[in-house]
């Protein structure tokens, strides 16, 4: 099967989806997204609103609005490149080619007494590529005139052909996509409206460009057909808005079909305001999200000021309007200048059996089941969630575009997210995904599994020092034996456990606190370590706990009254009829420590990892998350009170569990999988544990 896609929406506010049956329980209102700038002038209060608000062909039109303070006097465009081609201008009242006040070179408009906003055009006498311009608004003495940039023409630049002019070459279909379509294709937008095709590789994750960049082209939409053809649509801010077209695969060529066009209010049974008349057809309207049902390939979409529509893919033009949005009696989808509240349907997506619509509103994804017309939030991601799309392989799973270049992938059943391998780079600003994958493929996105806890056992006679019931040093149940360490990789978080005799915080001996190390994950020589004990004598004792990449451990064994290495730790712990080990690694004569190396007990120089999620867990919310040490180690849970360590009758069995457990978790990196070794030593090296097991790796 081959699969959906999406599109982002610029900027618009949803209240409700209008359906009968659909409840009033999906009131959503978001703040509008908006591509201007705003200037503030020298006096720090006056400030305004200038942007570029369409570019059709040779016409660029700006909107301009006073946001604050002090009336507009002029404003200006920095485009002196364009001065000797210009044909026309818009209002002609108070325009000008220069700026005596300023020296702003450019062109500039007066606006004269009782200006709140309005808008300005200049026409070209060719149709220029877009470019940054400088903008410049003045109020006041001429020390106060500010700039910012906004988009505008580059007439030094070769100007781009008119659209009769081109010659699309038909897109070739697939003929057999099961053997030939293993891609993911994107729509990425460029500034205001144009519009770059790109490719990802499902196998290699790697990302590059398809086609050239079309300028002023504003696709929004994106998604390809059961049989592995791809379809775009556009939005408003193109040369042609509303309009649905194919994609060739190999080349990015784009071939224009048809308007998208449909009746308004048509068959929805909707009343119109007084003064409004139906629209047979509506055309022109934005459509910012299409989506193929995999079941019947009926392909439907999104248009912005207007709802949910069902596209004729033979006859666009006579398409059909499945339910209106917004519900203001046809105000916004049928004037000519609507109020500034459109949908914010950012994407839309079919589920693999043609049952429901995901769709995207800014942060949050919702469901839209088709049947009973019922909706409900799958998750809030917080941020924007900008494009969506459902996995052919998946039931469950959905690709996100989500405020980073990173991918996300959303469990609609959990409403959890975690990251994907696809990492966008220069094409930051994904409008659209589709899939086009054949049958027997690898997974495009790299989904982890659930590990579930893996339990490591070390030995219960291997440490020395004192004892909560003994002050005097003996081996086996003391302060610093190590029971069992536990580690779970549930998608994008790491979650590790740890039982002990030893509390975080540590012990005082001979004037000395005596706490836990770091502990370190090896995979395969890259090194991460965990500082969760912020009392101990990592990183000089004076950074923050979390995440670190490691450049350098060093061992404290001897600043903690410990033994000096592996070789007198095990000769201690044998000639007192201890067994010393390091859980997984019974034999310490191994290969991976020297046998008189000092114990890496601590990080001594690392790079800390941003945004690691790190966070602490006490006993009871490991166990929420199914650990339990006793199962897993094969040994009773602690009977001992350390709240009462000098009662007689509180002495605590040799074969028991430590009487604390603890443990941290941390968002797994992306290098993080495979095999593992995962070592922790208190900081005297009186005990210690390692782990040698792997984390899953792609599906």
Known sequence: MFKQSKSLKKGSILKRLVVTGLSAAALIALPVLSHATIITLGDGESQYEIKLQSHNGNTWTYFVKEVAGKSLSHWNVGIPSCIEHITANTP???????????????????????????????????????????????????????????????????SIPPAEELQPIAPVSIVNPDEVCNTIYGVHDEGLNDTQFVTIDPVTFEVGPLGPLYEGLDVEGLDVSTVGDIYASSGDDGEEPGHLYQVEHDTGDIYGIDDICFDFPGDTGIELAPGLEPAKPACAKEVSSISFNPINNNLWGWAEECGLIEVNLLDPSNSRLVFAYPDDDGITCLTKNPPDVSPIVEDMTWDNKGEVIYYALKSQVW???????????????????????????????????????TLKVLDVIEGTSYRSDITVGEFNDIEALGTCLGDNIEPPVCIMEDSGWMYTKDSITDSSGPSPEYGVVRVANTYFETYGIAVRMDKDTVTVALNSRLPIGGILYKGTMITWGDIVFDFDGTKYGVRFDATNNSLDGGDETGLYEVTELK??????????????????????????????????????????????????????????????????????????????????????DPANPFSNSNKKPLNELGEYTFGFKFNRQDDMTGAFKAFIFTECGNDGILMDNSLPSCL
């Not at 089941?369 to 799973?397: H, I, R, T, W, Y």
């Not at 997984?584 to 690691?612: Q, R």
């Open 92 to 158: 002609t009242d108070g325009y000008d080619t220069t700026d005596g006040s300023t020296n702003f070179e450019g062109i500039k408009w007066d606006v004269g007494e009782g200006f709140t906003e309005g808008t300005f055009s200049v026409t070209l006498n060719a149709n220029y590529p877009k470019t940054t311009v400088q903008a410049q608004a003045k109020a006041g003495p001429r020390k106060n005139a500010r700039t910012g940039d906004v988009k505008g023409p580059n007439c030094n630049a070769d």
């Open 555 to 640: 061992s404290v064994n001897k600043a903690n009254h410990g033994h000096t290495n592996f070789t007198t730790y095990e000769s201690y712990i044998t000639q007192r009829g201890g067994e010393p080990s390091l859980g997984d690694m019974p034999n310490l004569n191994n290969g991976y420590f020297g046998n008189t190396d000092k114990m890496p007990t601590s990080i001594k120089t690392g790079i800390k990892v941003t945004d690691d999620g790190f966070e602490m867990l006490d006993a009871v919310q490991l166990e929420t998350k199914g650990l339990n040490f006793a199962a897993g180690l094969d040994i009773p849970a602690s009977t001992y």
């Open 367 to 405: 469901a839209y089941q088709f049947a009973s017309k019922s909706v409900s939030m799958v998750a809030n991601m917080g941020g924007n969630v900008e494009a969506l799309e459902m996995f052919p392989e998946f039931d469950d799973k959905l690709l996100l575009k989500h405020n980073s270049s």
